[in-house]
Structure formats: structure tokens, C-alpha cells
């Protein structure tokens, strides 16, 4: 494990991404909530660019006690981000498929030293 | 580009650029060493409506032209009944609200540029092109509109895209079944154009394929030695979807329920018996349904043979002899993947198909990477079977060897 720097803190605003190679292996590097996710870029249904589409809030479904429902909302809290190629959605803060929550995307560590960030890979 | 997220909040993305986007394809392609192997897309699409000011001055009616030309223009109406739908996902599809955004060169037909560009980051060596909004034609509430934007469509496709290109495009040329006359004229005139392969009805109607008044067409196709190939669609507006409130479950349900309506009156009509020698293609349902079908006819069939006289054997049997596009193949199981493989015998009736760019489709590997096929099915059913079936070319010595190796090689 190596670690190879990736920027300056004040590249990475809340809310933006970079796509980093780090030897043969594409990673993406979220800032999000003023925290760092980093993640392979390879998307768990056919390897497609997983970090490079659209973020964007999760979707939900409100029932009332009655079980009826209220209609769809977007989180006020969980943000997704989602592969370009066939929509597949991922927990921003873990990495999980939202569709089925066993398949996980590859984590890896982001560290700042000062202004500088790394990423371990 | 800013793309809209949740509340207004904009995202910003690359502009599109169908190589870099299919970057991972490529790896895909060159790990596995696709140039040595022939692949064949047998569903590929283009948005003809981006092109409708070519298509449309080919319209034969003069006044059916001017209609469709005056009223486009403006922008005052469509001209192929439109659907509701969300395939792009609310923009997280890119390239669907990107697609604009694609620059090309000026001066060579842009579909053919951004075909091109796809077909090389997977790998594939030949696609066949069908169109997109053309889908729906069989929904149009005037035949002779159907007609006459299929004859357009197949001008402009035969006398300005397929000889304008490299060759690696082929087509089955839109059917305009609901007039059979019409149809049989357009087999005839199209026929024997280069770089078609034979002939495309749209499933999104309920027009019975197994009529009286159609055989003259398909015996047409049969005897000149092309294909049929009848492709599926989803239609929200179908009466029994209307109680459908997510576009998934149009979806999921929409493309298998057309093919197995029609593949249902095919085969118990014993189509099979009366063109054994026309390749019949069932083309963007998936393949769960083929299983299925297959058994609920043998069921039926075994019971009441006395409403299938032409039948000289199962239901399935007919099924097997018939072909299926690979995609949207369903994934999620690979045990009944499996199963369904030997039902169709793929090995030699599968055909690849990616339904690029399409939100839900599928590259080579996905065919090239299943644990349980060997060495020769998956050379079959990424583009052997379809070489051997529309007589394509390989494009290297390799893919020669391979396609020789295997049994497919027809062409040269």
C-alpha cells in the first residue's frame, strides 16, 4: 500500500470529485460533508466508470401508519452517487449498491498532512 | 455540463464523449483480446429522429410529406406516436441529456461517427442498426403513415447510410406489416439493397402476424434468403399496463410481453411448418421469457394439439429452431441463466446484442465471461452464429482462424 498524492485540500470543495489513476487502477475521490470517500471506479455490474455520473439524494417511499403511501421524496440525508452507464447507485458513505447492499464497492483510505491529501492504494 | 440533481442542485459531469465514457469497455475489449474474435451486435440503435430532416423528403405521398415536413419544422407535432418514459433515469444515464453535447466531425453522417465510436470501444466488429422512436410505428393510428415512414426510412438507410460507411453496419429494414401489400413491395424493392440482411417488424401492436394476408410476405423474405426479425419495445399506454405506476414495471414487462404475444401466435400457428427456411429472430426481451414460454405452450399443447394441427412437434422444438438477441440479458441468477442457455440450446441460436446506446445494455463480456459456456458457444454467440446466419466477413486473419475454427465461416 502506497500512498500518492492527489491534490491540495482546497482542490476538493464540498460536493466535487476527481477521478485519480494510482498505477492500473482508476479511483474515485468524493468530498462530501467535509469528509473524504474514495472508491474504485469500476462498477460492480459490467465495470463501468461508477464514480464519474450524476450525484444525487436517495430516493424514498413515505407510508403513513395506514401503509398507504405518501409518494416518492429525496433524502434529506443519503446521497448517492451513480454509475453513468446503467444507473447503478451507491452509498456515498459506504460504498454499497443500493439495490443490493451486499455488493460493495472497493474503499480506500483518503489522509490529509496539512494542506496536502493522499489517497492509499 | 451541469446536469439537475435532487432540489435543483446541479452536478457537474465531463460533456460526452462516447470514447472516454466506454474507456472501461475498451480495457474490457483489449484484456480479453477481442480483435481476434469476431463480434456481431445484432441490436444497435440510432436516434432517426435527429435525422427526420433527411428521412422525411422520402416520403413517396405528397401530401403525407408535407404534412410530416411543415408540421416538424415548426414543431407543432410529432410525427411516430411518442410514449411517456424516463429511460435516462432523471439524467443519471449521461448520455441521454449529454447526447447533444458530443461533437463530431462535420461532413460524415453523425449516427454512423458515434456507432462507430461504440462499436470500437467493445470491441464489435458489425452492428445492425435499428431505430428508436420507429419502434412505435405500429402504434400509428394511420397504416398508410406507417407505410410511408417505413419507406423513408429504408431509402434514406440504404441509398445514404449503409453505403456511406465502412461497411460494419448492416440492417433488417423496418415492416410496415399493417398494410401487407405495402410490405411485400417494400421486400421487394429493398430486398436485395447491400447490407440488408432481411427485415424488422415491430412488436409494440397487436396486429395478428400469423394473418393469411402476410404470407405472401414472409415467404418474400424466405425466398430471397433474408431474416425476420421482430423487435419488442414497452408501451405505457398498453390498456393492461395502465395499472403499472413505475416505468421498471412497463418496462420489465413491456419487451417480453409483445415477443411472447407474437412468438405465442407464431408458433401455435405453425409458422415454423410453413417457412422452415426463414430465420426468425426475437429480438430485446431478454431471455427469461423463452423458458417460460416454452413450457407454458408444450403444457397447453399436449392437452389441445387439436388447436395446433399444423404442428409437427412441440412448441419448444419451433422455439429452438428459431434465434434470440442475448440482451437485456437477466443476470441475477446464474443458475437459471444457465438452465435457460441449454432450453434455447444458445450455442447455436444466441445472438449477441449490446442495444447500445440504450440505458440498459449489455457489452461482449457479458457473454464472454459466463463460468458455464465453452470455448466454442461463446465465439457462436458473440458474432460466429451471426456470421454464419447474415454472411459478414471477419475483419482479420484471427477472427478468420476463429470463425473457420468453430463452424461459421460462410463468407469470401
Known amino acids: 500500500m502506497a500512498e500518492q498524492f492527489i491534490g491540495r485540500l482546497s482542490e476538493f470543495e464540498n460536493g466535487s470529485r476527481q477521478i485519480v489513476k494510482v498505477g492500473a487502477t482508476e479511483i474515485g475521490v468524493f468530498r462530501h460533508e467535509d469528509e473524504f470517500f474514495a472508491y474504485s471506479n469500476y462498477c460492480l455490474h459490467q465495470g463501468g466508470p461508477a464514480c464519474e455520473g450524476l450525484m444525487i439524494a436517495k430516493v424514498e417511499e413515505m407510508l403513513r401508519e395506514d401503509k398507504t403511501s405518501v409518494g416518492l421524496y429525496f433524502s434529506e440525508t443519503d446521497l448517492n452517487f451513480v454509475c453513468p452507464w446503467h444507473g447503478y447507485e451507491y452509498d456515498m458513505k459506504t460504498g454499497e449498491c443500493i439495490s443490493d447492499r451486499k455488493l460493495k464497492l472497493k474503499r480506500f483510505e483518503v489522509v490529509q498532512k496539512g494542506d496536502d491529501v493522499y489517497v492509499i492504494a | ?412
Open chain 2, 1 to 412: 455540463m451541469d446536469l439537475i440533481a435532487d432540489r435543483g442542485r446541479r452536478v457537474t459531469v465531463e460533456e460526452l464523449n462516447t470514447t472516454k465514457l466506454l474507456a472501461h469497455a475498451a480495457e474490457q475489449a483489449r484484456d480479453r483480446k477481442f480483435d481476434d474474435v469476431m463480434i456481431v451486435d445484432c441490436d444497435a440503435h440510432h436516434y432517426e429522429n435527429e435525422n427526420f430532416g433527411e428521412i422525411l423528403p422520402f416520403m413517396e405521398n405528397d401530401v403525407l410529406r408535407q404534412l410530416t415536413m411543415s408540421g416538424r419544422a415548426k414543431g407543432r407535432h410529432s410525427i411516430v406516436p411518442g410514449q411517456v418514459g424516463y429511460q435516462d433515469m432523471g439524467g443519471r444515464v449521461t448520455r441521454y441529456p449529454l447526447r447533444m453535447t458530443e461533437k463530431t466531425e462535420p461532413g460524415k453522417l453523425r449516427d454512423a461517427q458515434l456507432g462507430e465510436r461504440w462499436m470500437d470501444a467493445m470491441g464489435v466488429d458489425y452492428s445492425c442498426l435499428f431505430p428508436t422512436g420507429m419502434l412505435n410505428v405500429g402504434l400509428h393510428p394511420q397504416k398508410e403513415m406507417e407505410v410511408e415512414l417505413c419507406w423513408a426510412y429504408n431509402r434514406w438507410l440504404t441509398e445514404v447510410v449503409l453505403p456511406e460507411h465502412s461497411g460494419r453496419f448492416y440492417s433488417q429494414l423496418a415492416l410496415p406489416i399493417s398494410d401487407p401489400d405495402a410490405a411485400l413491395r417494400q421486400v421487394e424493392k429493398f430486398g436485395h439493397c447491400k447490407g440488408v440482411t432481411g427485415f424488422m417488424v415491430t412488436t409494440v401492436r397487436t396486429l395478428p402476424v400469423h394473418d393469411n394476408s402476410l404470407m405472401k410476405v414472409y415467404r418474400a423474405i424466405e425466398e430471397r434468403g433474408l431474416s425476420l426479425a421482430f423487435h419488442s419495445g414497452p408501451n405505457w399506454g398498453e390498456p393492461v399496463f395502465k395499472s403499472c405506476n413505475r416505468f421498471l414495471s412497463v418496462h420489465a414487462l413491456g419487451f417480453s410481453f409483445y415477443n411472447i404475444l407474437h412468438c405465442t401466435n407464431w408458433v401455435i400457428n405453425g409458422m415454423g411448418e410453413r417457412f422452415p427456411k426463414l430465420p426468425v429472430i426475437w429480438i430485446e426481451a431478454g431471455l427469461a421469457w423463452i423458458p417460460f414460454l416454452m413450457q407454458r405452450l408444450d403444457h397447453e399443447y399436449m392437452m389441445r394439439p387439436s388447436e395446433a394441427p399444423l404442428l409437427k412437434k412441440k412448441p419448444s422444438d419451433y422455439m429452438r429452431d428459431m434465434y434470440f438477441s442475448s440482451q437485456p440479458m437477466e443476470m441475477q441468477d446464474m443458475d437459471a441463466l444457465e438452465t435457460t442457455f441449454r432450453m434455447i440450446n444458445a450455442e447455436t441460436q444466441l445472438l449477441y446484442a449490446s442495444d447500445y446506446p440504450h440505458w440498459d445494455f449489455d457489452l461482449p463480456s457479458t457473454i464472454w465471461d459466463l463460468p458455464f459456456l465453452s470455448e466454442k458457444a461463446k465465439h457462436n454467440i458473440v458474432g460466429g452464429t451471426a456470421a454464419r446466419l447474415f454472411g459478414l466477413e471477419p475483419r482479420n486473419e484471427a477472427q478468420k482462424a476463429n470463425l473457420i475454427k468453430y463452424g461459421n465461416y460462410t463468407a469470401g
